[in-house]
């Protein structure tokens, strides 16, 4: 069964492009056939790990002809990795949609075709950091919404009462019939272990304890320049960070523990199609200071 992601946030620069970038790029390191498709018209995800095919055809096709055909399909520097690219530089794209009383459904069924129901496992939607009718049609169209919070003050306030309300309001759309958003997973990122961010992420934790429709999710991408690195060399974290410092785990080691918290049926894949014990290889989880746990 196919699975679809859509990174969400209404803040741009928390680490959307970045998560999904490394996210898709070890998917497909396991061996899962893995579709990026870029509905930022700041095509940052397009030139993450740049083209080794370039299609005739983006995201302005999928959504305005309401189907993804192999003509919309690039390829990616990465075997099993390939992209719907962002070629909508004049972003026209919110304005098409605009009003249109498909709107909302038009990705989801674009992407619910033989095509690619037949040659994907995942499908990973990035979106631009704003909240409109792209966005909409990229959070109804998901399985899991991912959500990356830094947690710093603004970033925090911006979730609660940006991206967490306007989702809410979709959902009961007057103009709309009423749907159900898929559940919120918030992946902290860009954690530098200081006071104030252990402070924020232990109050995040409270306040969206297990149960509720946002989970916080137990592992945490630092911030660290391995997630530089690795974008200018165009290549997923885990490649380039396998050996962690002390205050951090590797690339290799947050990537693949939040695959598996994302997709508990992947639980011992590993990178390069191998499979073992994650505890032999990481040894457990611990609350450690990085995860934002007791120190
Ligand atoms: N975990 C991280 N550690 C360090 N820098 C990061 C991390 N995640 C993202 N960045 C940097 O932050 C900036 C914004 O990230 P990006 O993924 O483009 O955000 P968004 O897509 O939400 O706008 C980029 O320069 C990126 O390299
Ligand atoms: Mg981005």
């Known amino acids: 069964m196919i699975h679809t992601f859509a990174a969400l946030n209404s803040k741009g620069g928390v680490g959307k492009t970045t998560f999904l970038a490394n996210l898709g790029g070890l998917l497909a390191d396991m061996g899962a056939r893995t579709l990026l498709v870029d509905a930022d018209p700041q095509p940052s995800l397009t030139k993450y ?3 080794a095919y370039e299609a005739p055809q983006g995201l ?3 959504v305005t002809q309401g189907v993804v055909t192999s003509a919309c399909i690039s390829g990616t520097s990465v075997p099993n990795l390939d992209l719907v690219r962002s070629n909508d530089g004049d972003a026209n794209l919110q304005h098409w949609l605009h009003g249109r009383p498909d709107a909302r459904s038009r990705l989801a069924r674009a992407l619910q075709n033989p095509y690619v129901l037949e040659h994907y496992d995942f499908v990973l939607i990035d979106t631009q950091g704003a909240i409109g009718p792209l966005q909409t049609a990229a959070a109804f169209a998901a399985d899991t919404l991912v959500s990356p919070l830094p947690p710093d003050t603004p970033s925090v306030r911006e ?3 940006g991206t967490l309300r306007v989702l809410q309001r979709l959902e009961h759309d007057e103009s709309e019939p009423r749907a159900q958003l898929a559940p919120i997973q918030a992946v902290i990122c ?3 272990c200081t006071r104030n ?3 924020l992420l232990s109050e995040l934790r409270a306040e969206f304890d297990a149960g509720d429709r946002v989970t916080i999710l137990d592992t945490v991408i630092p911030n660290a320049v391995a997630y530089k690195d690795a974008f200018t ?3 997923p974290v885990h490649q380039i960070s396998r050996q962690g410092g002390s205050r ?3 690339g290799y080691e947050v990537m693949h523990r939040l695959v ?3 997709q508990p049926n992947l639980y011992g894949h590993f990178a390069g199609r191998l499979t073992g014990d994650p505890e032999e290889v990481f040894g457990p989880p611990e609350a450690t200071e990085a995860q934002g746990g007791a120190t």
């Open 260 to 262: 598996w918290e994302l």
């Open 197 to 199: 961010a252990r402070q």
């Open 49 to 51: 790990f740049g083209l």
């Open 190 to 192: 860009k954690f530098d």
């Open 233 to 235: 060399a165009r290549r």
């Open 60 to 62: 302005v096709e999928v």
């Open 248 to 250: 951090f785990p590797s």
């Open 159 to 161: 979730f609660r009462s």
